[in-house]
């Protein structure tokens, strides 16, 4: 079996600025092994890259991004599992909740990328990864890269708006 035990969303409580906890312990099977997020673990989100986010409704990727979370800050550094093994679960999970294969993929790529940032052991095993990576980086930053762009464009013609304001029409007859 693979996939979450638990009922969704996950239920969690901000504890900091940008720190929420988990409230009840969450269940994953990854095939032979069983996955137990504790209650308590905490999560800043940080496995959803923000150009991102928007590809992730609440009550899925939620749930995956607390299990890699999970993996990377305690399973990983403990020597449990590598970081490519954990961003696999991440992409498996993510398909275990209904999130499309391209999102999955496009998720899998983010945390493959920000693995490199964890120094030696981060980069460990992953030029195995490099060429699928790549695969997957190029047509994910040709969809994500012009979108992140025009959001601010809009963002500056939305304020300009408001600070001119909006003339009415004058009755010339």
């Known amino acids: 079996m693979i996939g979450f035990e638990s009922p969704f969303p996950p239920a969690v409580s901000q504890v900091g600025h ?6 009840h312990a969450m269940t994953y099977h990854d095939g032979d092994r069983t996955i137990v997020v504790p209650e308590k673990q905490q999560t800043d989100w940080a496995s959803v890259p923000p150009p991102l986010r928007w590809a992730l409704s609440p009550m899925t990727g939620t749930a995956a991004a607390l299990l890699h979370d999970h993996l990377w800050r305690m399973r990983v ?8 093994e954990a961003d696999r679960i ?10 499309d294969r391209f999102t999955c993929w496009a998720m899998w790529a983010a945390v493959r990328w920000g693995a490199l940032t964890r120094g030696p052991v ?4 992953w030029i195995r990864s490099a060429p699928a990576l790549l695969a997957i980086s190029v047509p994910v930053a040709v969809l994500t890269v012009p979108a992140v ?6 963002a500056i013609i939305w304020v300009c708006k408001r600070i001119v304001g909006t003339r009415k029409p004058t009755d010339t007859t």
């Open 90 to 99: 991440l992409r498996e999970a993510l398909g275990s909740l209904g999130v």
């Open 77 to 84: 550094p403990a020597g449990e599992m590598t970081y490519p």
């Open 18 to 23: 940008n720190t929420w906890e988990l409230l």
């Open 149 to 154: 762009l025009l959001l601010p464009s809009l």
């Open 122 to 125: 981060g980069r460990r095993g």
